[in-house]
């Protein structure tokens, strides 16, 4: 099954655990009710990872995940074939007793998730809850208590009704058994807890249907019931939801892949695990330690340019334009031994259909690129002769210099390493504008350069004050063109940034070394000459 | 239409407008994306009017309206007869260039709509705009650019797209007529000005359908086109929306009914109007003036329980409950010249079919049970002989003395009132409870309290501290019932608050008065003396 209705999570769990216990590994993507909190949330040329963190810590902090995609690879050697199980889930946050989510939602992402026909019928009504460890500790609490008060009036007025029922029954004496309809889910658990405790005469049982059946038993029947009673337990596992595969993908320490996937990684820990924790450093080693290996196959396509444009098929790091060169007839077959790659009968619709930002399609498009791009570089410089087909752990060896490394969009660097040291920054020096003293120049403000910039690639603008400005460039390129257009400008004065010359703070610091050595040299003289 | 779906929102909005400047009356309902943003915004017993303001206006800054009902009666006196048409808006905010709403979910108010079915597709899909006049300025200073940035990556890509496709044909010199498909709504309106803008040698027009077609015209015709160019115009009507009917309906001064209808009104002054005023009379104020004559059917109902359970249909103030009463056979036709009320043809799902909680059906029973309320108490005492039914003018005499009462739910106060002074507080005194200096005692909190004392009715638990707390009971049986009931219990100990008694500030201040009365009567004794 391709997508994962809410009701059949459960039992189809056990699958989805054996499938990634035994895989070579997991490919990953979600997609989220929003992207950036606020304007000051806005990725910038000029981030450090620190300040990417920083920015993207709080957008996580509020908005959620509403679907996430597991594909799992595993390698048949014996066709030299992979085999993909991809599972699309949409998540909802499901209120429980006093668990009852608050998220945000950014309209411009609703309307992304329009255009690729995103249904939202099925997030709110089939997706599958989660907890991270703070909410399963509370809900844990909640559920140890004798009686399980329901916060929500929503909630309450639906057990109150089977209640009411229940009591009328028992008072009117008729039969020993009574059928009450029962929706699936938290509020069926909370109509079990509130019978049992308010009525010592029956024991509750679940139908095959969307039922619940209230028996009348003797004292030593509901003793009985009672040890083997595990309606707590089951209300938690039920609770824990999609928790339970990030679990089970952390456990495992399986390699795992995702495009362009650091949102999709700050998400899962976020809402999966605990809170993000303030400190970058700290983020890393803990996501180093769920998660011991990732790649990320925006970053390798964007490092591998080179070689792979040999094979003529890339010109994009965008996923769907690589999965696309990757799987025409040329992108499969043009070096030896290319594996095939089969999505599983239940998936078949990925084979034939295009889903983009379904994230169950994302991330088997995510794992077919890694594929092919590894089998491409594992084959590169390889002769013909070579006789069998490379085995996947060669593939990993391979690409072992990218492992841990994740794509960063629009900063001062492109990608982090979460077993590292970050790399530094491979973006031109900053450019340092000024705006001459003329009347014409008083009018121009850091949007109107960044527009007038924009003509030679992507900028971002950083006011000094009116008359001066830090410009971070995407490229070299478009940092020449800019220092070449700009070169006779009448009203725009541009340079690259020299700290010693343009920086407040270093000049100010200057001259008080100066002034200290100075004072330093003509102590030493009197001194001496005293 | 009882639907009113995006696409067609503009169409239909002359004949809504129309509709309401000819009524006798409106009512109103909303469905929203959330209920209280937290635990300290939950609505309590203790609440005085300025509290619960206080806390909505904090849960109402966050969610949003995602359906309004409005419903237009209009009083045929030929046919002693109401015609009603009732719209069910769902509303989104759009985004557009500069404008991309966050906003906040609740878990469980999902939940709720889920069970009444709410289609979250139309929601986001076919959700009509609105904008407050914060939106509506920043929108227009927006738009009095030549151009117009998009703002969101998304949007930015689609008019980019065009562009490209634009520039490639201009550069091929093909055919003098181009087209386009484009979709409906902000993104439209965004290419339009992108090609204006961006190239001088043609001129852009709407199709009939999805299309843009992107003409080569003489520089005369430019110039013509550009003269009567009313891009921004259009599309500042288009994201107005919803807007517009808030407008309308404030404008035409008519009555306006709803039931529970003061996150009605919160909402729609919030997202339509302006940012709720932090002084609670600032609002009343405010709305007083948006909204000079207004009818809570939940207060009426309440008010005038003994009267109508007279006539033997009204047991609860539920909207459900009140409409089915009301539009038995009984409800219908226990009095002389009851009128008929009648959806019109496009909206006559309303007869047959129940949809509560879909904003037009209740907005829909809120007026009918608003009209079969007032016949009622009309038509009180007056003879069989009255020859003619009563005019719609003479109901608003008989109900003079609700006008501008707002229900409000678990507060101090059972309602407010818009245009003059609030109630004093019908409830009873408040409880204290103290525990005993027992062992067993100390282990009692709040929440056992609060269950415990809620076997008598609705209470709310303010600790003081360790061993005493205030407690708000919901009625005065309530109150009486917790008092019997605990007057001889081991623990807990229970009596009227007693202010002079109980409360540690007041008595501070009474020691401290008595000590300066001591030290003053000294004074003047010693005075006297020496």
């Known amino acids: 099954m391709c997508d994962v209705k809410r009701d059949e999570f ?13 895989c070579d590994f997991v490919a990953i993507d979600t997609e989220f009710t929003g992207l950036c909190l606020s304007e000051a949330c806005q990725p910038s040329l000029f981030d450090t990872p620190q300040e990417r963190y920083r920015k993207l810590r709080q957008t996580v902090g509020s908005f959620i995940v509403c679907q996430v995609g597991v594909s799992v690879f595993k390698k048949d050697m014996k066709y030299n074939r992979f085999d993909v ?12 007793a006093n668990l009852d989510v608050r998220f945000s939602c950014q309209a411009s992402s609703f309307e992304f998730l329009c255009q690729h026909n995103f249904d939202f019928n099925k997030f709110v009504y089939e997706g599958v809850p989660y907890l991270d460890q703070e909410q399963e500790k509370l809900l844990r609490k909640h559920l140890d208590q004798t009686s399980w008060p329901a916060s929500g009036g929503n909630q309450q007025d639906q057990v109150q009704l089977c209640c009411s029922t229940v009591s009328q029954w028992l008072s009117n004496g008729s039969g020993t058994e009574l059928n009450l309809p029962a929706p699936k889910g938290p509020v069926r658990f909370l109509i079990h807890r509130a019978l049992r405790t308010r009525f010592p005469e029956v024991w509750t049982y679940d139908t095959a249907d969307s039922q619940i059946i209230v028996r009348k038993v003797s004292q030593e029947k509901r003793k009985e019931e009672e040890e083997k009673d595990d309606l707590a337990d089951r209300a938690l596992e039920y609770m824990l939801g999609f928790t339970h595969v990030l679990r089970t993908l952390t456990q495992a320490r399986k390699p795992v892949v995702g495009h362009n996937m650091l949102m999709d990684l700050m998400l899962l820990y976020g809402k999966m695990y605990k809170p993000l924790p303030e400190k970058y450093a700290q983020f890393k080693r803990d996501l180093h330690q769920l998660f011991p290996c990732i790649y990320d196959t925006k970053h390798i396509a964007a490092e591998l340019k080179k070689p792979l444009a040999e094979f003529g098929v890339l010109q994009s790091s965008v996923l769907q334009d690589l999965y696309d060169a990757l799987s025409s007839h040329k992108g499969k077959f043009m070096v030896l031994h290319s594996p095939a790659i089969v999505p599983a009968a239940e998936c078949d619709r990925y084979i034939n259909e295009s889903h983009p930002h379904e994230a169950g399609y ?5 794992g077919y690129v890694f594929i092919r791009m590894a089998h491409l570089i594992t084959m590169q410089g390889i002769s013909k002769q070579q006789p069998v087909p490379p085995r996947f752990r060669r593939y990993l060896e391979v690409l072992r210099r990218f492992q841990d490394k994740v794509n960063v969009i629009r900063a001062s660097i492109d990608h982090i390493c979460l077993s590292g040291e970050d790399p530094v920054s491979r973006r031109p020096q900053w ?4 705006l001459t003293q003329s009347r014409a120049a008083r009018t121009i403000n850091s949007a109107q350069i960044a527009e007038q910039f924009s003509a030679y690639g992507s900028v971002d603008i950083q006011p000094l004050d009116a008359n001066h400005f830090l410009v971070a460039a995407h490229s070299f390129y478009c940092a020449k063109d800019i220092l070449r257009a700009y070169r006779s400008h009448k009203l725009i004065h541009v340079t690259y940034y020299n700290m010693w010359k343009h920086s407040r703070t270093v ?13 330093g040299i003509a102590w030493t003289f009197l001194g001496k000459n005293s």
């Open 507 to 519: 000049q100010a610091l200057l001259w008080t070394s100066i002034g200290v050595s100075v004072l």
């Open 85 to 96: 199980w991809s599972y699309n889930f949409h998540l909802f946050p499901q209120s429980f």
């Open 362 to 366: 994302d991330s088997y498009m995510a």
């Open 10 to 22: 459960l039992q189809l769990l056990p699958e989805i655990r054996d499938r990634i216990q035994d």
């Open 431 to 434: 450019l340092y504008v000024t």
